[in-house]
């Protein structure tokens, strides 16, 4: 048994590795400051409807891509993937932010001004949103202007903070040819027990879409605030 292994991740200095399994469906690191583990579920380990569809989706080769295969979408209405990982591969008593990695190729439609609704949940813990993949970048540069101006013209942090919250689930370029865009936060006790569920869908507008490439869900060590630790908090007493 082998381990495909890049030591040297330019792109994210803050990872020390990345060891691909034999499987070649995930990939493992650890960040270079704490030691904790981070997680990439390639997509071939993703549930996707219809994904063994030719019509709709096709499997194929990105010379970018950590994974011998990622699923490019051809044309569906229905968009629907899933992700679980067992919390025992994570690290114990930690914050981890899960993050969708793609990117579009040319012709890409169905995406422009449509929201993704995302859930995930671990233990009694959830929490539910709207992302958007933004393909041609409008909606993050929107964010980013009118966060300017609601600073420096109307000094209103009550309306920053709201838009900053907005912006993150806004996509950004990972340096590495590819995008990513925070689904949301969960945390794994000590011990872990059971396992962390995401779900990405957009199954209402049953609008046509074509043109997302898939290359995984990477789950990574994150700071949240103590509001948002309260908060998760109470969702794991319920």
């Known amino acids: 048994m082998f381990l495909m292994e890049r030591r040297h991740h330019l792109n994210f200095p803050n990872i020390s590795r990345i060891v691909i399994f034999p499987c070649l469906v995930q990939s493992f690191a650890l960040e270079k400051w704490s030691g904790k583990k981070c997680y990439m579920v390639g997509a071939r380990d993703l549930s996707i409807v219809w994904g063994n569809t030719p ?60 929201a993704v609704e995302v ?27 009118v966060q300017e101006r609601s600073l420096h013209i109307f000094r209103d942090a009550t309306a920053v903070r709201v838009l900053q919250a907005r912006e993150k689930k806004a996509p950004r370029d990972r340096g590495d040819g590819w995008k990513e865009i925070n689904l949301g936060e969960f945390f794994v006790d000590d011990p872990p027990t059971g396992e962390v569920q995401i779900s990405l869908m957009d199954v209402k ?18 700071q949240m605030t103590s509001q948002e630790s309260s908060r998760q908090r109470i969702g794991q007493r319920r």
């Open 119 to 145: 859930s995930i949940s671990c233990g009694s813990a959830g929490e539910q949103c709207y992302v958007y993949f933004d393909p041609d970048g409008r909606m993050r540069q929107q964010y980013q202007t």
């Open 205 to 222: 507008s049953l609008k046509w879409k074509s043109g997302l490439v898939i290359q995984g869900i990477e789950l990574r060590p994150t």
């Open 55 to 114: 019509s709709s989706w096709r499997w194929s080769s990105f010379h970018v891509s950590r994974f011998p295969e990622v699923a490019e979408l051809i044309r569906v209405r229905w968009l629907e993937v899933h992700a679980k990982m067992e919390t025992r591969l994570l690290s114990a008593d930690t914050y981890y932010a899960a993050y969708f990695i793609f990117k579009f190729v040319h012709g890409n439609y169905g995406f422009e001004t449509q």
